[in-house]
């Protein structure tokens, strides 16, 4: 996870995520037609409806974005409430884990190369297609209904191809990686410069 410092309010860091494209549509903002709130906004910050409030960001449009903020990426980091798809205590485990992630690689020597220009395989797009409904190697190998050993394979090649060790990042940052650097190969491709 890439933990960047870089504002030290909330509020700049959340209109960070607010500029996405999907914000309007979040799941947590859905309404009936007569403009009432679908979900109870409450949910998110009770503990014993946090599996509730899990289920509602499955699927939501900015849920990595989300994800991304809460965990800091702007320089700001949500303590308290589901977010993402995530638990503050879920957070904080992840934010621990990623600290040692990035120890763990700034102990090594050379990093992997990325790949100008890169183009998934169809085996990766497979891959990320199905990460982006299950972000867990393991049941993404279920999902795809392949052995274990050759989707970690797949996915450990995604990340070397990318630049990254493949324990460097966690799943949903991968994604993102992946997200970046299509989006950054079709602006080359369309004459207009990378932007990301
Ligand atoms: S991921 Fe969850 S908390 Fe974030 S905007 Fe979507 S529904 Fe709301």
Redesign the pocket.
């Known amino acids: 996870m890439r933990i960047v410092i870089s504002h030290s309010d909330e509020k700049t860091a959340l209109s960070e995520l607010e500029a996405h494209p999907a914000w309007p549509s ?4 859905a309404t009936d037609p007569l403009g009432e709130p679908l979900v109870d906004p409450d949910i ?1 910050y009770r503990p014993s409806k946090a599996l509730a ?1 899990k289920r ?2 499955t699927g ?1 449009p ?2 990595i974005a ?2 991304a903020y809460a965990l800091g990426g702007s320089g700001w980091w949500e303590a308290y409430g ?4 995530m638990t503050s205590e879920e957070r904080r485990a992840e934010r621990r884990a990623a600290k040692k992630r990035q120890a763990r690689v700034a102990n090594r020597g050379d990093r992997p190369t990325p790949v100008p220009n890169w183009t998934p395989s169809t085996t990766q797009r497979a891959l990320l297609d199905a990460l982006r409904k299950q972000p867990d190697v393991r049941e993404a190998a279920s999902l795809l209904a392949i052995p274990y050993p050759n989707t970690r394979w797949v996915y450990s090649q995604v990340c070397r191809q990318l630049g990254f060790y493949p324990d460097e990042l966690s799943v949903p940052d991968v994604l993102e990686a992946a997200a970046r650097a299509t989006a950054a190969r079709s602006a080359d491709n369309s004459g207009l410069g990378a932007t990301a």
């Open positions: 979040r799941s947590c903002a998110f409030a509602v960001c939501c900015v849920r989300c994800r589901v977010w993402g798809g």
